[in-house]
């Protein structure tokens, strides 16, 4: 049976058992703001996962959440540049970023736009992909996993059956995505959007998430019953 932790900032911690199957870490706002028990403060992290290693976990993405804080996801409304007609922007992917990835900063553009990763099993695990303009790409039954993808725009991308396992997610944009069947487990979600997303079977199975994240993540009527209850959504 899973077990949860919920840690005050004073760091008094009471843990009883429960069903969730996710790993729900501290806020951008816990990690940031509310610490130090002072007026107004508030719980700061709710932890829930099989494994007992959750306080570790919330430590580093406590640290993550608070320089996400300040860099947003990118809005679908925002305008892009221009498609990159660079020859072999594609495989670029295979390469990725790996300058400032935590910020999404890099040496140049990664325009992976309209780009057909269907079933790549090899050359996309563990890239960086920083900032990556990814909108309306193919990721079906790619193996993701340990991906670091900050700052990606993957508004109407398909990811369907996608393996992103132990990957980290951070301020991705994955509005009017398909994301069927995508596996997030043990995979850090921090600030990233999900509206209007096609979410049905998602295997959410020691997701890392940040309390509000979950708010906003269960507001998606897609995710079926069996995902709900592996995030803990009510």
């Known amino acids: 049976m899973?077990?949860?932790?919920?840690?005050?900032?004073?760091?008094?911690a009471l843990c009883r058992p429960r069903r969730l199957r996710c790993r729900v870490a501290c806020s951008a706002a816990d990690a940031g703001g509310n610490g130090g028990g002072g007026r107004g403060a508030?719980?700061?992290?709710?932890?829930?996962g099989r494994k007992n290693a959750g306080?570790?976990?919330?430590?580093?993405?406590a640290a993550w959440a608070v320089s996400s804080a300040s860099n947003p996801v990118?809005?679908?409304?925002?305008?892009?540049?221009?498609l990159s007609t660079e020859p072999n922007?594609?495989?670029?992917?295979?390469?990725?970023?790996?300058?400032g990835q935590a910020n999404g900063v890099y040496d140049?553009?990664?325009?992976?736009r309209f780009c057909d990763y269907t079933n790549e099993k090899t050359n996309l695990k563990g890239k960086s992909l920083a900032a990556a303009l990814m909108s309306d790409a193919k990721f079906d039954s790619a193996d993701m996993s340990e991906v670091v993808m900050s700052k990606a725009y993957a508004v109407g991308a398909s990811f369907k059956g996608t393996?992103?396992?132990?990957?980290?997610i951070d301020r991705v944009n994955f509005e009017k995505a398909d994301l069927t069947g995508a596996i997030f487990k043990n995979t850090v979600l921090s600030g990233s959007t999900f509206n209007d997303a096609k979410m049905e079977d998602v295997d959410f199975e020691d997701t890392i998430i940040g309390y509000?994240?979950?708010?906003?993540?269960c507001t998606n009527t897609s995710i079926s019953a069996e995902s709900r209850l592996e995030l803990g959504c009510r």
Do not use: M
């Open 2 to 12: 899973a077990s949860s932790c919920l840690a005050s900032p004073a760091g008094a």
């Open 108 to 112: 140049k553009p990664l325009d992976l």
């Open 55 to 61: 306080r570790l976990a919330c430590g580093v993405l």
């Open 212 to 217: 509000i994240d979950l708010q906003k993540l």
């Open 74 to 82: 990118i809005a679908a409304s925002q305008r892009l540049p221009p």
């Open 163 to 168: 393996d992103f396992t132990n990957a980290v």
């Open 42 to 48: 508030e719980p700061g992290w709710f932890l829930a």
């Open 89 to 99: 922007r594609c495989e670029r992917a295979f390469v990725g970023n790996t300058i």
